[in-house]
Structure formats: C-alpha cells, structure tokens
C-alpha cells in the first residue's frame, strides 16, 4: 500500500522556504495552496448546516489530515479497533438517516480534498453492523468521495433483528441503497458539482450488498466490484450451519480434531494439486478435485495422522453439496483447499454464530432456537421465508446491462467462509437467465477466480489483487481490480485476466515473490512449462 503523504502540506513547506531563502524576509500572506487547504478546512467545517437531507441528522463534520490514525471511539467493540489510518486530507461527515419509525443507518462520507470526481460506494461483512472505515481510507486515498453505512445496527452480531423486520430490511437493501443516494447528495453539496462516475466496491455480505444494487438498484453505479457475493443467503446460511451438525462437538465420535486438518490438506494436494500441470501447494481450479479422504483412514496399529472410518465419513460430508430431504440444492460443496482456516471457523465442533443469530432473530424471532437441530425443514423454511428478498439470486440483470453498469466479480478459490462454487452457479443462473453466452455477458458482467485467495483476503497463493488496503501491490489497472473497473467504465478497456501479487513470506515489504494472472470464468489456468513464478509459464483455457 502507498505510504501516507502530505502532498499539500509538503508543497506549502516548499513555496514558503524559496522567498525565505532567497530574501530572508518571512512571507506573511498565505500562498495558494495554504489558502486552498483552508479553504477545505473552513468547507468542511460549514457543510453540516448547508446539508438537507430528509429524514436525518447530520451529527458532525471533521477534517481529517492525511497521515491521521483517526480515533473512533463509538466503533462498536465487536468491530475491531476504535481507530483507522487515513492517508489522505479528508472532510469526515457522519450522520443518522432514519429508514422506517423504528429503523435507520448511521452513516459516513468521506470526501477527499484530491477529488477526482468519482463517487464510491463500500459494504459490510458478516451479519453485522461494522462501518468499513478501511476501504474508506482507502477509496478516498485514490480521489473517490466514499460513503460507509452501519447497515442498520452496530456490531458483528445479529440481535438487532429481533422483532425487528425493519431492521433485516436495512440489512438486506436498504442500508446500502439509502447510503448511495444520501451519499451522492453530500457529495454534491460538499462539491458544488455532481459526480461523475459512481463505483461499488464490497466482499462478502459486502458482494452480496453489490448483486443486490445490480438486481434492484440500477441506477446507483457505473461500475460494481463484488467479491467472494454472499448470495443465495439464507441457503448460506443455512450451509455454514449444517458443518457443526457433521462434527458435533469436539467430544463426539463425528469431530475431527483441528490438528488433522493439515493431514487432510496435504491429502488433497495429493490428490489434486497437479490438476492444474504443477503441484506448487496452490489449486487452480478446486471444482475439478474429486477428494476421496478413505485413504487416511487408519491402519490397524496405526493412531496418529489418520482418521477413523466415523471421521473419514464426517469430511466426506463436508465435501459434499448440501440437499433437502426432497432432493432440492441448498447450497453446493465447500471446495477442497480452505481446510486448514475452515477447520478454525466451521469444523471446529461450535456453532457457527452467524447462521445461529440469522435463524434466532431473522427467520424464526426465537432466541432459544438450537443450532444443533438445524434440518432440511428449517432450511426450506429459511428459504421460502427469505425475509426482505435477502437471497439476492434473481438471475436477470438486464437493468444493469441496458443502463452500461459493469460489474466485475471475483471469488477466492481458497475461500473458508463462502464456498467458491456457489459464485459459478450464479454466474451460470444469470447466463441462463438471460441467454447469454460468456462471450456476451463479458459485455457488462466479468468473473474470475483467483486462486489462492482465502475469504476476500490472504492465502497461500497470489491474493493482492488490489482489493482492499492491505492487498494492494500495484495502481495498475492490469493488477488493481478497482482501477480495472475505472478503466472499463470510463475507457471501455474491459479486463481479460487479473493479475495478482504473491508476496515474499507473504509480507508486503519484502517484495513480489510471483504473480499469476488469474483467469476470467469459465476459463482456468494451467501451467504451460518454464519458471511456474512467471506469469507467462501459465496459460488460461
Ligand atoms: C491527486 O490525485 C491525482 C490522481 O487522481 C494524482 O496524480 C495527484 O498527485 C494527486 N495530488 C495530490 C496533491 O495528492
Ligand atoms: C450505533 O452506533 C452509533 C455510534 O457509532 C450510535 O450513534 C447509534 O445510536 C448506534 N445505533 C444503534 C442502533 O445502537
Ligand atoms: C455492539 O455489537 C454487539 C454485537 O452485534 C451488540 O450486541 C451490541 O449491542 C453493540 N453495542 C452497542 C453499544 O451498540
Ligand atoms: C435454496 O434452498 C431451497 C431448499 O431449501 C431450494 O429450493 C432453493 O432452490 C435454493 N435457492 C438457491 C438460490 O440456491
């Protein structure tokens, strides 16, 4: 990631030094760019009174200078740390909008005093309620005017549903959608000008929040970067609870210890690792491996690194789709390769907090709900209540198309949280939907899997593909899924492969230890000979 600067700052430093150098007279009157930096300060400091927004409440508006480890006292204590790092001059405005008598979202907008006219849009994770304050020091470091909501409630958690319709309401549309049009309206108050492009950019919850404004919204954005889409919800839901109904807990015959999960792993790079023509610990294409874990099961005399014929059962179910009772797919496979991380979040013998708090408080409005008795009738019930269209899998996006949105969507093949596959099966869904080939969908709507990625972050392969803050190794559109979207929508250059970045020892400043250019859907890459570390060694087919 850039460092900070203080671009304004420095160059004030420099105009004042020359006269007093060559004169050895202090100049008292403030140069330009002095002038043009109080001038946002003075700007920012008035915008609250001139704002009319219906519905809400404009709570403060700060400068924030470039290179601030801004504090956050009010983040909730579920969010992370009550402090973000923003590396450029920002006007900080947040606010309440109400979104019912008994709902609403406290939001933010952050817009940068190196505009460039671009208005930017961020999601949310999880259940939750969290402000994502790092793409928004992010964005607004590369120009963007960037707004962040609450999604309706504060914290990682979901007891805000309860008895609160409203509330999911925000959580499954609203939210988002009201932050947009607030957010552009500050926008152009702030500026005196309207923006000129809008972008989304958001994983998880947060790809879900962008199929959702590309399904429902049309109008919000010219371009939707959603990754790792948390669609089909409350079939994902559903799907993350069924593991704790495999493993039991840890004292049961069923659970497989954490520490034979990296047995497992090197079982399936065994297995599968060479699919792809290399075996370098990284599979490319996961949907092609067919896992069979029976050969770990023990041998006789044999008690350690192997599994019982009870266990090698339990991760045969983990591997395998989801159905109801009458055959329907809920929610396919968890794809071989994230086993070591999933073993920490949904084989670890706990329930999975989030299906328990989607349940209790958004499907059934019962506290005491078991997670343990989760079944294929809670899970058709789950579907079929599918509160505020949460599922967010309608298949149609000629809206998008028609209006010139684009939409680039991305999944990490190493994914702990949301299975991989279910992003082709979206993808498909809207092929079909629509009849439109591949080809054709590449007119507005993209998706590539980026191998060796985890969930929206990190893992063992190539995963910066400029995404977030922390996974940003280049500005270059070839290497920077957010640039990449800039140059589609306003250049029309549409991406081919995205490249990511692996770094030595996975530590940015140690440097690049390779690249690979990871493939648009349907294609998949395969090593073609020479330096596997080089892009060029490896072919999408
Ligand atoms: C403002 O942003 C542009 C890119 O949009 C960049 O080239 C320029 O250096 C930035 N200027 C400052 C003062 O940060
Ligand atoms: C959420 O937190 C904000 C402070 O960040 C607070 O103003 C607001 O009242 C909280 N909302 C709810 C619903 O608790
Ligand atoms: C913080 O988040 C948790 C989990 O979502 C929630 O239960 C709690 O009420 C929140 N606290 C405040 C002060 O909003
Ligand atoms: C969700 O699961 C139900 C069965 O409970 C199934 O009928 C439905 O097709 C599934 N929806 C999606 C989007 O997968």
């Not at 420095?10 to 050895?24: A, D, E, I, R, V």
């Not at 399904?215 to 593991?243: C, K, R, Y």
């Not at 198309?401 to 999944?411: L, P």
Request: with cysteine.
């Amino acid at each position: 990631m850039r460092t900070s600067s203080h671009p304004i700052a420095n160059m004030k430093l420099q105009l004042l030094s020359l006269p007093l150098l060559t004169f050895g007279v202090v100049v008292a009157y403030p140069s330009a760019l002095e002038e043009r930096a109080d001038n946002f300060q003075s700007k920012c400091a008035a915008i609250g009174s001139k704002l009319k927004i219906k519905d809400a409440t404009v709570y403060f508006s700060q400068f924030v200078e470039g290179g601030t480890n801004l504090d956050i006292p009010d983040y909730n204590v579920t969010c992370g740390a009550p402090n973000q790092f923003v590396p450029s001059d920002i006007c900080r405005i947040g606010l309440f909008v109400a979104t019912s008598k008994r709902s609403g979202i406290n939001m933010e907008a952050w817009l940068p005093a190196n505009w460039t006219g671009r208005f930017l849009s961020t999601g949310n994770g999880g259940v939750g309620g969290c402000i994502g304050y790092d793409d928004m020091a992010y964005t607004t470091s590369l120009g963007f005017a960037s707004v962040g909501a609450n999604n309706g409630h504060n914290g990682t958690g979901g007891g805000a549903f309860y008895n609160n319709p409203d509330v999911v309401a925000d959580f499954a549309y609203r939210s988002l959608h009201t932050g947009v049009v607030v957010g552009k309206q500050i926008s152009k108050t702030f500026y005196g000008k309207d923006h000129s492009k809008s972008y989304y950019l958001g994983c998880s919850t947060g790809g879900r929040q962008g199929f959702k404004e590309a399904q429902d919204f049309p109008e919000d954005f010219d371009g939707i970067v959603a990754g790792a889409p948390a669609v089909a919800f409350n079939n994902l839901s559903s799907w993350s609870g069924v593991f704790y109904t495999y493993t039991g807990p840890p004292t049961a015959a069923t659970y497989v210890p954490t520490n034979l999960w990296p047995v497992i792993h090197a079982d399936i790079l065994k297995q599968c690792d060479s699919i792809d023509g290399y075996a370098d610990g990284i599979l490319e294409d996961p949907s092609l491996c067919k896992y069979d874990p029976t050969g770990l099961t023990c041998k006789s005399g044999q008690s350690s690194n192997c599994l019982t014929a009870t266990q090698v059962n339990t991760v045969k179910k983990i591997f395998s789709p989801v159905y109801t009772d009458d055959g329907s797919l809920v929610y396919p496979r968890m794809q071989p390769g994230s086993e070591i991380v999933a073993s920490f979040v949904y084989y670890n013998g706990q329930p999975f907090p989030y299906t328990e708090d989607w349940y209790r408080y958004a499907i059934y409005n019962d506290p005491t709900w078991d997670p343990a008795t989760l079944d294929s009738d809670d899970m058709e019930y789950a579907a079929r209540k599918n509160p505020s269209n949460i599922e967010t899998w309608k298949g149609d996006l000629s809206a998008v198309k028609k209006r010139g949105t684009k939409i680039i969507h991305y999944h990490g093949l190493m994914d702990a949280i949301i299975s991989s596959e279910n992003s082709p099966r979206y993808y498909e869904h809207v092929s079909k939907t629509m009849g439109l080939s591949p080809q054709q969908l590449d007119s507005f709507y993209r998706f590539f899997r980026i191998s060796g990625m985890g969930h929206c972050a990190g893992g063992d392969g190539a995963h910066a593909i400029g995404q977030s803050r922390s996974e940003v190794n280049s500005l270059d559109p070839s290497q920077n899924v957010l640039q990449a979207m800039v140059q589609w929508v306003e250049k029309g250059v549409a991406p081919e492969t995205i490249v990511g970045t692996r770094w030595v020892d996975d530590t940015q400043s140690l440097g690049v230890d390779y690249q690979r250019a990871h493939c648009k859907y349907p294609k998949r890459n395969v090593y073609n000979g020479g330096d596997p570390k080089k892009i060029g060694s490896w072919k999408c087919v």
